[in-house]
């Protein structure tokens, strides 16, 4: 069973940037596909982006696409998501998974392992 844990959210500007990362223990990353989800107050969790084995495929939710990029670096078993032009819509609690094999989804029962979460605010 892999551990995921999830750092660097936070308090930040609207208009501002954050990185997250999603480091990993008790299994190599290297052989699976990687997600990004988030769960806002009162609202269901909803996918933000994915990414293949490789890194060389890439698939984003409409709602952040051109502003939020994912990428992996599979020799640190380390997920990212930077964030820019940040909006008070993006504010939630962002959890990283590790998926049951290579390909991205965008379902949250194609990812087996999830991390606890890092609280991200944007504020107005």
């Known amino acids: 069973q892999v551990q995921l844990v999830e750092s660097g959210g936070g308090l930040v500007q609207a208009g501002g940037s954050l990185r997250l990362s999603c480091a990993a223990s008790?299994?190599?990353?290297?052989?699976?596909?990687m997600g990004w989800f988030r769960q806002a107050p009162g609202k269901e969790r909803e996918f933000v982006a994915a990414?293949?084995?490789?890194?060389?495929?890439?698939y984003y939710a409409d709602s952040v696409k051109d502003r939020f990029t994912i990428s992996r670096d599979n020799a640190k078993n380390t997920v990212y998501l930077q964030m820019n032009s940040l909006k008070p819509e993006d504010t939630a609690v962002y959890y990283c998974?590790?998926?049951?094999?290579?390909?991205?989804?965008?379902?949250?029962?194609?990812?087996?392992?999830w991390g606890q979460g890092t609280q991200v605010t944007v504020s107005s």
């Open positions: 998974a590790a998926g049951r094999d290579k390909y991205y989804t965008r379902s949250e029962y194609g990812y087996a392992s």
């Open positions: 008790g299994r190599t990353l290297s052989s699976y596909a």
């Open positions: 990414i293949n084995w490789t890194g060389g495929s890439t």
